[in-house]
């Protein structure tokens, strides 16, 4: 069995004992029935990662002592960060747990003209929370030692009045200019990406007045759980670690 990979927020540092939390000794515990001895490897976003044996292992809760740390940095040397319009159903998760695989660094939800979900308060802070959650699994399992943060959502207006990103690229499928076709030698990128239905003229307008690039990715029209990984992807193997 591959050992296993857990995040912990806790602070870790080596010859140390510390007691998982409960949705980690859950799991430990009772989906996979590891029994003390065993090893896992523990992470806490901050760089690096410790290996842990554990020590103690009851159901929901779980005792390790954390031995080795490795720097293993496998980071993108891209920081990219991903906006892109909150679609229904589990296609947002997908688009988390795919885009934390592929090197992305921050992601912010958005509400814009044809966004069709309808979030707030304390619905909307549960989501956040619950898409921050994916971004850990995706971290767990694709061997990443750096969370990304699922920022608050915003409205696209609110977005554009941030600054973020030193090369800004906004999907259009109706424009000619792509990725390839983008001379770069930066490595803090923004990616606006819209819902289902797509960014409205008038915000594309909007995000072109604020210095982003309108660009298609080819011929073919993706859907928003598409695009943004195609766009990743291609973002990656241009000018970052893939391909």
């Not at 159901?59 to 496998?74: D, I, L, Q, T």
Request: with cysteine; charged share 25%; net charge neutral.
């Amino acid at each position: 069995m591959r050992v296993p990979r857990i995040f912990t927020p806790q602070f870790l540092k080596t010859d140390t004992n510390i007691q998982l939390d409960e949705s980690a000794a859950r799991h430990l515990s009772s989906a996979l029935r590891m029994t003390a001895g065993q090893y896992i490897v523990l992470f806490n976003g901050r760089g690096g990662e410790y290996s842990a044996q554990l020590t103690d292992v009851k159901k929901g809760k779980v005792s390790v002592f954390v031995e080795e740390f490795f720097e293993a940095n496998r980071e993108s040397p891209l920081t990219i960060h991903l906006a892109i319009g909150i679609s229904r159903g589990e296609r947002m998760d997908w688009i988390i747990q795919k885009a934390t695989e592929l090197g992305i660094s921050d992601i912010t939800p958005l509400f814009s003209e044809r966004c069709e979900v309808k979030l707030s308060g304390e619905r909307l802070e549960k989501k956040t929370r619950h898409w921050q959650k994916i971004a850990i699994s995706a971290c767990e399992q694709s061997q990443r030692n750096t969370v990304p943060t699922i920022n608050s959502a915003k409205t696209l207006d609110q977005y554009l009045q941030a600054d973020i990103g030193d090369l800004k690229l906004v999907l259009h499928h109706r424009t000619v200019t792509r990725l390839r076709d983008i001379t770069n030698n930066r490595d803090n990128i923004a990616l606006l990406i819209g819902p289902e239905g797509g960014l409205s003229e008038r915000e594309i307008e909007g995000a072109v007045k604020n210095n982003f690039i309108a660009l298609t990715l080819g011929p073919r029209v993706l859907r928003t759980e598409t695009a943004p990984l195609a766009a990743i992807s291609i973002v990656q193997s241009l000018w970052g670690d893939m391909g």
